[in-house]
């Protein structure tokens, strides 16, 4: 059988040349890229062919891929798209179809999450991406302070409610307001935000604006609906937990900065991505090792994915397909998702054996199916920009909040008229 594999992986180098073959991917620094990483030995011995990963900040990604998509010939063989670049790749003609490629192989993509291949895989009927990972945000928190009987009795006296996983918004911002001032707990705070401009707030304030029944933008119209009574509640919430119930310094933090808080156990709670609820369990990673959990937002959280895709300007397209091959078959897919990946495909979540390792993954399932869209059009990264930085004048400058959501609205609304889908 060695043999065989051997001999199998010499027939795959060969069909790519003599000489030896490396593909360059620019990835983000966050989990499921160290899960990645973990499995390129195992391709590079059925391929013969190397990866070499760049990795950095997500606020680099962007400045660092558009010149090298827009070159004839780019640096990168493979690249991952958020989901909000998807409308500024896809109408700019800057990635490969993938169809012909998925039917001549037939790769099982019937395997994904509907919801998450719609997102970062089909666009208009044509697959440009597969879904690499997933990052509908959660609210992690601290289940051993929650279950405390003595914190049970204290939060029961003062709020008249019980101390439970919250299922409601303003049982979470009782319990942030509990935690920060009455738990008696030394240099401890309710929460951690991550208030960094202009992604990490734009991501995360999402989860407060859909828990207090706001939306972006009537779905009907496209008109946009932030300077509403729901949104303006939200981002005075926001400011608070920051102001107020948060470490000092997380208006400006990256969401590395704010798990690092909560992973040190200086936090009860901190709403991120669902990918880092196994770093928590990690001793390398955390003191807070068992005591972290994960529930969905209240009102439904924000959800998000990563797609991979083979750029026009890709070197080498049939090495960079291979790859992505190779990293999504099912059998890789459980692998990453064994060392703790945000899986994409539906038939990871049924799965036995990550089930029983994962006691959350029922919770996780509840993320993807209740989690809500951030606007998906063209000028997406524009609107980020536009948001993060409102968002954060109302933070940290001291801008009203009405104020500041009416320049988002009037500025969305001058993007989407750009775009066509506001008339």
Known sequence: MKKFLLASSMLIASAFGAEAQTINILMESVPD???????????K????IDVQLEVVNYAEMHTKLVPQLVAPEGSYDVVIVDFYWVGEFTKAGWLQPLDERIKADNFPVDNYIPSIMELTGRVDGTTLMLPFYNYAMGLTYRKDLLEDLKHQEAFKAK?????????????YLDQVKYFSEDAGIEGFKGVVNQGQRPDPISMEWSNY????????????TWQPTLATPEGIAALTQYRDNIQKYGPIGAANFSFDDAFNVAAQGKAYSYLTFNMFRPVYDDPASSQVVGKMEIAPVP??????SWGWAIPKSSPDPDAAWEFIKFIESPEIA?????????????QIYEDPELIEKYSYYPQLGELLAYAQNFPVFTY???????LGRELSLAVTDGKDPKEALEQVDKEFAE?????????
């Open 33 to 43: 890229t160290r899960y990645v990483q973990e499995m390129l030995p195992e391709f």
């Open 45 to 48: 011995e059925k391929t013969g």
């Open 159 to 171: 709020y008249g409610r019980e101390l439970k996983v919250p299922t409601e918004w303003p049982e």
């Open 209 to 220: 604006l859909f828990a207090n029944g706001g939306r972006y933008y009537d779905p009907e």
């Open 299 to 304: 009102g439904g959280g924000l959800n998000g």
């Open 334 to 346: 459980k692998k990453r998702a064994l060392l703790g990946g945000a899986a994409t495909q539906k």
């Open 380 to 386: 997406t990264p524009a609107f980020v920009d536009v």
């Open 415 to 423: 993007l989407l008229r750009k775009d066509g889908k506001l008339q």
